[in-house]
């Protein structure tokens, strides 16, 4: 059975076919919707505050109680929002959520100091044809050095990963500057990754290099994906990470069969939050 090529390739798109190609297939391809987990609503909550804080406050404005107040803002809209109150948690489990957001917003500034930082934009969509790829991403901040540079700069709200993951997710970032290059015309002189909850900041240099090589990466990627869709053959991959993945009872690791009557049904019905 052949399946329809994805209208676009993201980095999260490209770590989830590499972690599972049938999990890439649900989520990519038959758009089965996966269920709020709290370190998801965390992650949206402390994006909308940083958000908040860089793009409604000029240099000079940016203390942690404007961060703290973009927070407040940010969890009062949230309360509306489907997302939340699909997780079902108790007053006391929301309460703790929100402090644990909290805590990231505040280590922001002991990473960096926002009044320094020469905002460009935030939340930032950019989508780009690449080598025959539609390549799509969104940048959570891109900054300009006093020099004129540009910079990419990545949130994580989770620990700083082992050093093969942190690869992967710096060569997310690198995937960002290759879309700054081809829709700006100009590529960044360095990406950052920010890990709040550590706190730790990882810095790396773009150049034509790992831009090169992240092209053909990602064509190889896009190659495969390809070659998936027209054999109908995503296998699954157990790992690790299979503890977290909500597609478990349509994946034959785990006894299920994604038919398209079983699919069909998990995508009116997604399963709960976990």
């Known amino acids: 059975m052949a399946f329809p090529l994805p209208r676009s390739l993201s980095p999260s798109k490209v770590s989830s076919f590499k972690d599972c190609a049938l999990a890439f297939r649900f989520s990519a391809i038959d758009r089965i919707p996966e269920p709020p987990s709290p370190p998801m609503v965390k992650g949206t909550l402390f994006h909308r505050a940083l958000e908040g804080l860089f793009w409604n406050h000029p240099r000079g404005e940016r203390t942690p109680e404007a961060a703290q107040a973009e927070l407040a803002r940010a969890w009062s809209e949230l309360q509306a929002?489907?997302?939340l109150a699909g997780l079902g948690l108790a007053a006391d489990e929301l309460e703790q959520l929100r402090a644990e957001a909290a805590t990231l917003v505040g280590r922001e500034f002991a990473l960096e100091d926002p009044d320094a930082v020469d905002t460009v934009g935030v939340e930032l969509t950019l989508e780009a044809e690449v080598g025959g790829m539609r390549l799509r991403g969104i940048i959570d901040r891109l900054d300009r050095t006093p020099e004129g540079?540009?910079?990419?700069?990545?949130?994580?709200t989770g620990r700083v990963p082992g050093e093969h993951q942190e690869q992967a997710r710096l060569s997310g970032v690198h995937f960002y500057a290759l879309l700054c290059e081809a829709v700006l015309g100009r590529r960044p002189s360095r990406v950052r990754l920010l890990y709040l909850a550590d706190p730790v900041l990882i810095e790396a240099t773009?150049?034509?290099?790992?831009?090169?090589?992240?092209?053909?990466r990602t064509g190889a990627i896009w190659t495969a994906i390809a070659l998936a869709c027209e054999t109908g053959d995503f296998r699954p991959k157990p790992?690790?990470?299979?503890?977290?993945?909500?597609?478990?009872p349509l994946c034959p690791a785990f006894g299920g069969n994604p038919t398209p009557e079983a699919v069909a049904?998990?995508?009116s019905s997604p399963a709960p939050a976990g």
């Open 81 to 83: 929002d489907p997302e």
């Open 149 to 156: 540079d540009l910079v990419v700069v990545d949130y994580k």
């Open 206 to 216: 773009s150049t034509e290099q790992t831009q090169r090589g992240l092209r053909l």
């Open 239 to 248: 790992s690790a990470l299979c503890r977290w993945c909500s597609f478990q």
């Open 265 to 267: 049904l998990r995508r």
